[in-house]
């Protein structure tokens, strides 16, 4: 199983830090979680293409977990690639409507290119065939505690607790081959996801604020600190964990260090983009 960080940071534009977004490799499946803004553009700086991409799975619909999803769809389309797997919390379906149906906001991009005879004989040239339908991903809305069967792989969801009761929120626990990668989406620390977390070789977590750093209390009780992460994480036996998600101004110069201070066990990293794991050790 190898694990690709392409997008580390929040919804604050950062030339560091694209929004979120994890490429997981198992046998020949490709499931990226999340989808966020500038992802795309790390999916192909880590040598992959869209269409490469077989499975997509959302934590939630807020943004900087979605917004390169068009991309995505589109470019894999146009590279003539199988349709992606989607799952995600509704309306994902409605979304998809909205930017793909025949009234979508990308509706007159697909006529033009699909109806158009220059731009069917570009279609025709790359081993294409007519008439070209439109995007088609395979879609599939989720509620908690669902999960996703692969080729060897099976994904289970637990509750997040970030956005209700205006958006359904999920973490995942990807097992296969004998290990298990969590990713907690964005999310207190709640019964749900201890449980999710248990005995992880890796555990992803957001991370959206530092332990000296003193919010509104609201911001406070859904957003953990680095400490409250691992020690969350050490109650339910994970052996590794990568902090992401961050904010610019925690990038400044010692912040890192303040994030790690006081952090004995588990071992605990700050994900940047671009890292590249398999289960329990880095390797770039």
């Known amino acids: 199983m190898k694990i690709t960080l392409l997008g580390t940071g929040s919804p604050e534009a950062n030339a560091r830090r694209a ?49 390169d999803y068009a991309r995505l769809i589109h470019a894999a389309w146009d590279e003539g ?18 930017l793909f149906g025949r009234e979508g906001a990308l509706a007159f991009d697909l006529i033009a290119r699909t109806e158009l005879e220059q731009s069917q004989r570009v279609w025709v040239d ?24 692969g080729d060897g792989w099976r994904i289970t969801s637990a509750t997040a607790a970030h956005a209700q009761p205006l958006l359904d929120c999920f973490g995942f626990r990807l097992e296969a081959d004998g290990q298990v990668f969590v ?3 964005d999310t207190a620390i709640t019964p749900e996801i201890e449980a999710l977390c248990q005995d992880a070789d890796f555990l ?8 000296d750093e003193d919010l509104h209390p609201a911001l406070n009780a859904m957003s953990p600190s680095p400490q409250q992460i691992a ?3 050490a109650r339910a036996g994970v052996k590794q964990v990568v902090l992401t998600h961050f904010r610019t101004h925690m990038d400044a110069v010692g912040r890192h260090a303040v994030a790690l201070a006081g952090i004995e066990s588990p071992p605990t990293a700050i994900a940047e983009d671009l890292m590249h794991f398999t289960l329990g050790e880095e390797s770039g």
């Open 183 to 185: 990713y907690s989406g």
């Open 231 to 233: 020690a969350m994480a």
């Open 126 to 149: 790359r081993g294409g065939t007519l008439p070209r339908p439109w995007p088609a991903p395979a879609i599939t809305e989720i509620q908690a505690g669902n999960s996703i069967d």
């Open 204 to 211: 992803l977590h957001w991370c959206y604020r530092l332990d």
């Open 19 to 67: 929004s979120s977004g994890y490429l997981v490799e198992i046998g020949s499946d490709r499931i990226l979680f999340d989808c966020g803004g500038g992802v795309v553009d790390r999916l192909l700086q880590a040598g992959r293409q869209p269409s490469d991409i077989t499975h997509l799975v959302f934590t939630h619909l807020h943004s900087d977990h979605m917004i």
């Open 81 to 98: 690639g199988a349709p992606i797997a989607v799952y995600g919390p509704a309306p994902i379906r409605t979304v998809h409507e909205r």
